[in-house]
């Protein structure tokens, strides 16, 4: 009897270490948990974050939830980060947050937080990701019922997010203080996120508008020093026919005022402008991006575009700044070409073409403040 008792002990102890190694891989959760409502074990009209967290563990358990959890245990804990690795654990259940940030290593991450319904409901919402194996990120939304102690799966923003340009890579941002849902379309050829912000009205997120961060080297665009540019307040991707290129189109509320940004000698760069006020016009060609001034320093500027970037530019000047009486040109871009050249290239643009832009509503910043 005692070597039976010994060997069900023996295998109740492989079961219990089997069942603690039993984690799911984020591709299963992510493809999953919309199938399944959580229990909260005594939930009752206000649990924190941590609660909420828990709960969302013991269905769906995964590696990246259990350092929090750990830490969570010390009802004191609030911050560790680990210098060396740019590590970085929070759990703040004031503001109903907490994150594992693994510093852009090769480890998964997480980040949850909830918002407080106007019903008494609250919204539950956790990200989870990994950069390799695969590379991987979503968002699972949750309505907790206080009635039920029950966490309810629900659509959430991003379930209807069309982006910019589909080839953009998507992250998210959830909030630790403040209440918008922030969707991140990071441009590699721009190296510039665009912020698509979802506003909170008190039980839901509404989509308010479309924030782009110019840190990256957007110098020129800075109302105190460019007094021929009026505010931008809405924006489009534009692929010209034929070309697998495309630059972003900003305009003002009534599309008079416009402005092509495109990467040029590895920066975001105005390329082109349209104003009717510092007589600015602005003409497409299939390939071509042109700006034609007839202001005092008249010009021509050509942007040729090819693979995402400019591939040249050139700009032509009037007789009166020459020597020998024909248009002045320079060259600039990624080949050099004689005069003649350029000519040839200006002569050779074919029929211009009418653009039909999706636009979106953008406000323009020049810091991270959005996030």
Not at 5 to 13: D, G
Not at 164 to 186: A, T, V
Request: proline share 5%; glycine share 6%.
């Amino acid at each position: 009897m005692k070597k039976y008792l010994l060997l069900l002990l023996a295998v109740s102890a492989s079961l219990w270490v089997l069942a603690a190694d039993n984690y799911y891989g984020l591709e299963e959760i992510r493809d999953q948990w919309k199938s399944r409502n959580i229990k909260v074990p005594n939930g009752g009209q206000s649990p924190d974050i941590v609660k909420l967290l828990t709960a969302f563990q013991n269905v769906w358990g995964t590696h990246e939830v259990d350092p929090v959890l750990k830490c969570a245990k010390d009802p004191r804990f609030t911050r560790m980060r680990k210098e060396e690795w740019n590590e970085e654990i929070i759990v703040d259940r004031k503001n109903g947050y907490v994150c594992l940030d693994n510093g852009g290593a090769d480890s998964g991450y997480m980040e949850a937080c909830m918002w407080r319904r106007d019903t008494g409901h609250r919204l539950f919402a956790i990200r989870l990701g990994q950069p390799v194996d695969p590379e991987i990120e979503f968002v699972c939304f949750y309505d907790y019922d206080p009635k039920t102690s029950t966490l309810y799966p629900e659509t959430g923003p991003e379930q209807e997010f069309r982006p910019l340009n589909k080839d953009n890579y998507i992250s998210y941002n959830l909030p630790r203080k403040g209440k918008d849902f922030i969707i991140i379309e990071y441009d590699s050829n721009f190296q510039s996120n665009i912020n698509h912000v979802y506003t909170w009205d008190g039980n839901k997120h509404h989509f308010s508008h479309i924030s782009i961060d110019l840190k990256y080297g957007m110098r020129w665009f800075n109302p105190k020093e460019t007094d021929y540019l009026v505010e931008m307040t809405k924006i489009a991707v534009i692929t010209l026919p034929g070309q697998a290129d495309h630059f972003y189109l900003l305009s003002d509320d009534e599309e008079e005022g416009m402005m092509v940004l495109a990467l040029y000698k590895g920066d975001l760069e105005l390329i082109g402008i349209n104003n009717p006020i510092s007589a600015h016009q602005l003409i497409f060609y299939p390939d071509v991006v042109v700006t034609k001034s007839d202001v005092m320093s008249q010009y021509t500027s050509y942007a040729f575009l090819k693979d995402s970037y400019v591939w040249q530019m050139i700009t032509e000047y009037p007789t009166v700044v020459s020597q020998n009486g024909a248009p002045k040109i320079t060259v600039e871009g990624w080949e050099d070409i004689d005069e003649e050249a350029a000519r040839k290239k200006i002569n050779s643009l074919g029929q211009p073409i009418q653009l039909n832009p999706e636009w979106r509503e953008v406000r323009i910043s020049d810091s991270e403040d959005e996030l």
